[in-house]
């Protein structure tokens, strides 16, 4: 264990839980060339209960297949990636991006998924830093009643700050929390929509991490684990398999289980070597290094 | 302007002073392949007053031609690159970098420079990154008596966060403002022997950047500029030329002055295809991106 959430790793409890097979989850983009119905049906013959399923991914299976083969399988979908991408130029295309997100909303509730994955944009669209995270909040705060009336919460997910010009504007724990303690202000305490997705590859540097996790409390919606490898292959197709880099994954795993979160953990790993790889043996490979390291 | 400092940019003040190219000057790693004479007499020919050295660029050149070089030029030595690199798997090997840190402030007060630019080192050694962090500021604590002694500065440089593995677990301004806290009590308020380089293209993705460019209010020792360009080249060698990327730079300046700095403004850029430019057209370049820009 190298590189832990900061500060949290010290204390007891959940400290001693072994990992548990039952929470992993297959992100579908950890064997990218499956389709939904491969992925789904791949985690049947693995014995994984849970899969992490992409837009454009079920847009290409078509809703109904999808929803079918989580059925016939009982595999269930831990989140959909992704709604965000909130910052544009115009008032018009701004409101387009609303839109898609209550599509993606419903999507989520088709699927049985209770969180959508927010990656909430960056600032190509020519817009100043600052301005871009209003229009992310002011984007979050438009879209949460239809999430909450459709049972689904929204997971602001904070990408690594390499990210920020192209993806994400958010890029700290910090300045999730801060988001959804304002954005849950018209729901209950005990039941937010607004929460947060701790990604230990985008998130595992930041100094605060470890408090942050335990000031998301009952805010996780989901945990993300990868590893960061060295040298860094490539910005975005460059994550490694748990246990070939420097993320301390125990630490993190303990970390948000002290936070409270009993949900399923999602292997998430976007590596153009490994998607070379067959599915079959990638979730195999998956399994052993969750047991070992997270 | 695009990413600025958040939330410093609305005051007024220095906001209106304009750049004056008489703070700007070469990082010669943006001109990698000259020799420290070579940086210094391009500068000169352009009718710049400052240059930012490389310790392996020194020692290729002599110490004592590198001053030579800065003499006869009149071209002032605005910082040297690089101190730090205190984390290590044994108490020998940090006594070693110690050792190293000690020649680099000998190097920095020979050549005039009131700066040495520290880059803390990462987890390589296979360390924890919290306990790797206590070597930084204990590394740091150890040398700063010796670099008060020569009347030279220690500058710790937050780098990005995508190297928080492999060369620096600094990653944010408040972390080094935090460490130049404690770290400076032994020394008078007005005049810090630890302080931070704010470099833009390591800190522009902060939504705390602004506040802790104020914070750092007297112990700024040093501004890098260059620019963030996507998608991106490459982790390390993929900086872009001011302007041609996504940062706020202007801000930038705006938020560095008014915190009171009034030293030289470092143009440091890592980037294959600048490097395979001519020396003097580049520093041509970066004079009127500096104006246009900075």
Not at 12 to 32: H, I, K, W
Not at 180 to 186: F, G, H, Q, T, V
Not at 217 to 229: K, P, Q, T, Y
Request: charged share 25%; proline share 4%; glycine share 10%.
């Amino acid at each position: 264990v190298r590189a832990g959430a900061a500060g949290a790793a010290s204390e007891r409890g959940a400290d001693e839980a072994p990992p548990d097979l039952g929470r992993l989850s297959l992100n579908q983009y950890t064997t990218y060339h499956w389709s939904v119905a491969e992925a789904v049906e791949g985690c049947a013959r693995a014995g994984l209960g849970w899969v992490g399923l992409w837009r454009d991914k079920v847009a290409a299976q078509g809703l109904r297949d999808s929803v079918r083969a989580l059925r016939e399988t009982g595999v269930h979908c831990s989140s959909l990636c992704r709604g965000g991408m909130f910052p544009a130029a115009t008032a018009a295309e701004r409101a387009a991006r609303l839109d898609d997100n209550r599509r993606a909303i419903d999507e989520c509730a088709e699927l049985g998924a209770d969180t959508l994955v927010l990656v909430c944009g960056g600032i190509h669209h020519g817009g100043d830093v600052a301005a871009a995270r209003e229009m992310v909040w002011d984007g979050i705060a438009a879209i949460a009643p239809d999430a909450r009336e459709r049972g689904v919460r929204l997971g602001i997910e904070p990408l690594h700050p390499m990210f920020c010009a192209d993806r994400s504007v958010v890029v700290t724990l910090g300045q999730a929390n801060d988001a959804a303690d304002r954005l849950n202000e018209p729901f209950p305490a005990d039941d937010p929509t607004v929460g947060v997705v701790v990604d230990a590859y985008h998130v595992w540097w930041d100094p605060r991490a470890g408090a942050e996790i335990t000031r998301a409390g009952n805010r996780i919606f989901a945990f993300h684990v990868s590893d960061w490898i060295t040298p860094l292959p490539a910005v975005l197709e460059g994550r490694g398999m748990m246990g070939d880099g420097w993320i301390g994954l125990r630490e993190f795993r303990r970390a948000v289980d002290r936070a409270g979160y009993r949900g399923p953990i999602e292997c998430e790993i976007f590596n153009r070597e490994l998607w070379e790889q067959a599915g079959d043996a990638v979730l195999e490979l998956m399994k052993a290094r969750y047991l070992a390291h997270v």
